[in-house]
């Protein structure tokens, strides 16, 4: 049961981390698209209430905490399925380095720009899930 359990998640991990590669590459923004038919970048269109509710606290974004979400989640999914016991530290230097890349690739994407916030976010998403697991395995 517990390795179909966990097939499972390295599909779901799967599907996850294409689906985020295709946000992360596609010129301009597809949930701008899918709302208002424009890729414009301009408008702050996904609605997190959680980003409403720390931007107010920290005010640098908002809507960077999506990417500390995003990368929490996409952390998790790896470090269970492909990054286990004896490649864990590969798993965490991995999601820092996809994170650090995909945000350096917005340079020179279309209708893409890069933010320091969201890469900061996309970081600590990934040190996030980091201290959550060393204080799982004490």
Excluded at 8 to 27: C, E, H, R
Aim: hydrophobic residues 50%.
């Amino acid at each position: 049961m517990k390795n179909i359990i966990l097939k499972y998640i390295n599909y779901l991990y799967l599907f996850s981390l294409l689906v985020i590669l295709i946000f992360y590459l596609f010129p301009g923004d597809i949930v701008s698209y899918f709302m208002y038919k424009n890729f414009d970048t301009g408008h702050n269109s996904v609605q997190n209430p959680i980003a409403h509710a720390v931007y107010s606290i920290i005010n640098t974004g908002g809507y960077s905490i999506n990417h500390t979400l995003t990368f929490s989640y996409i952390t998790v999914g790896g470090l269970l399925t492909y990054f286990k016991e004896k490649n864990f530290y590969k798993g965490i230097f991995f999601f820092i380095f996809l994170s650090i890349l995909l945000e350096l690739i917005h340079l020179i994407i279309p209708n893409r720009a890069f933010e320091l916030n969201d890469l900061l976010a996309n970081i600590i998403g990934v040190l996030i899930i980091f201290l959550i697991f060393q204080i799982k395995k004490k």
